[in-house]
């Protein structure tokens, strides 16, 4: 399995409710498809660089997972029909970036045996 790094931008006019329900559907197909979500991260509405569908602001959302490449075709093939998308990114992270992903997991994890 590889690691990838997904930016997704959001519509923001979605409620509260609405960005909490694109994101949980956006996980569940990921953990579907075999992936293993590690992290989500909310950056929250930002400007865009240039408009799209009329819209100059967007809530962004980054993610970062491990999953087989078949997972990726399902993924794009759901932010090409989920309305509440509006762009999306799929990168495969390759050598350091991968050493730098684990070595934080592995300091979380010792950071956890600590604590308990």
Do not use: C
Not at 76 to 87: I, R, S, T
Request: no cysteine; hydrophobic share 45%; net charge positive.
């Amino acid at each position: 399995m590889n690691y990838y790094e997904n930016s997704v931008i959001l519509d923001e006019t979605l409620s509260e409710e609405g960005l909490r329900q694109a994101i949980e559907k956006i996980k569940s197909v990921m953990q579907e498809a075999g992936a293993q979500v590690i992290k989500a991260d909310e950056w929250g509405v930002r400007k865009l660089a240039y408009e799209l569908n009329k819209h100059k602001k967007g809530f962004y959302v980054l993610f970062l997972f491990k999953a087989p490449s078949s997972a990726i075709k399902k993924l794009e093939e759901l932010y090409k029909v989920f309305d509440p998308v509006m762009k999306f990114m799929v990168i495969k992270l390759e050598g350091k970036q991968v050493k730098a992903v684990e070595a934080s997991l592995q300091a979380a994890a010792a950071a956890e045996q600590t604590k308990a």
